[in-house]
């Protein structure tokens, strides 16, 4: 016999989920505060902040617990394709951990910020600021470097927006609540109960 009960199963670790919100919320700052002069020095910082999480996270994606580790979720593109074809036709496998859309908008997020944040200390450079500010960076054209900065920041934002879509859909679809996921570091499943007389 079984039972509709529902289990809890740890997924996302404390430290995956620190980094997840500390990114939503120093990314969010880095985008308001740009292009005003006089929030530079926050804009910096939080562009700063931002690479640092991004180096723990590579680390972590290697050193960390299983559903944090890449090898563990990360797959061709062919299949997260796969994978959001079955969704939409109501047939997707279910995932205790990222699913492969899931998993490919994780490694596109870290590429984009990666090379928002990057090209961003590039461009302070020119200005004889911050770590490349003595490096050769320091002598590219700014004009380039800003247009490089703001076209990986809006990809960035465009990538976030369709992240969260495809959380929202997938909750709906898995019916499951994937931020309070992120928030609690657990996922609910069903608790399958066998008859005591087996």
Known sequence: MSSNMQQNINVWDPLIRIFHWSLV????????TEGEDEWMNIHSYAGYSILTLLIFRLLWGVI??????????????????TYL????????????????AGALMIVALILSIGFT??????????????????????TWP??????VHEFFANFSLFLIATHIGGVIVSSLLHKENLVRAMLTGKKQRPL???DEHQ
């Not at 919320?25 to 308001?32: D, I, P, Q, S, V």
């Not at 074809?85 to 492969?100: R, S, W």
């Open 25 to 32: 919320g120093f990314f969010t700052l880095a985008y308001l």
């Open 64 to 81: 960390g617990t299983h559903h944090a580790r890449f090898i563990n979720f990360v797959t061709r593109p062919n299949i997260a394709w």
């Open 117 to 138: 944040g990057f090209s961003g200390m590039a461009l302070y450079a020119t200005d004889g600021q911050g770590p490349l500010a003595t490096s050769f960076f320091a």
């Open 85 to 100: 074809k079955e969704l939409f036709t109501g047939k997707a496998k279910d995932y205790i951990g990222h699913n492969p």
């Open 142 to 147: 700014e004009g380039t470097l800003k247009e």
């Open 192 to 194: 399958i109960q066998q």
